[in-house]
Each structure stands twice: as structure tokens, then as C-alpha cells.
């Protein structure tokens, strides 16, 4: 909840921007995450996809 509190102060109105955001957000926790289990990694994944 604080997290989409976060987004939706930020992206006020931006829906476009937030969503363009969120596919970067998606990118880097698909590529780059080394320290996330795989669980932990898919259930980061599956929150921005909700979120987006």
C-alpha cells in the first residue's frame, strides 16, 4: 500500500509515465537482480505487472 501511495503521488495524473516507470522498474528486477530469490524475485515481478 505505501508503495502504490508512493506511485500515485509521484505519477498524479501521469498514468502514461507511471506505466512507462513501471515496465523500467519490471526490466531491472528482471535482469538485474541477483539478490532476490527466485520466489522473491517473481512475486516482485507479479506486483508491478498488478500495478501496472
Given at each position: 500500500?505505501?508503495?502504490?501511495?508512493?506511485?500515485?503521488?509521484?505519477?498524479?495524473?501521469?498514468?502514461?509515465?507511471?506505466?512507462?516507470?513501471l515496465?523500467g522498474?519490471?526490466?531491472?528486477?528482471?535482469?538485474?537482480?541477483?539478490?532476490?530469490?527466485?520466489?522473491?524475485?517473481r512475486?516482485?515481478?507479479?506486483?508491478?505487472?498488478?500495478?501496472?
Open positions: 500500500i505505501k508503495l502504490e501511495n508512493y506511485l500515485a503521488n509521484l505519477f498524479m495524473g501521469e498514468e502514461q509515465i507511471k506505466y512507462e516507470y515496465l522498474l519490471h526490466r531491472v528486477v528482471d535482469d538485474c537482480t541477483v539478490c532476490l530469490m527466485g520466489h522473491e524475485r512475486q516482485s515481478l507479479a506486483l508491478i505487472e498488478d500495478m501496472a
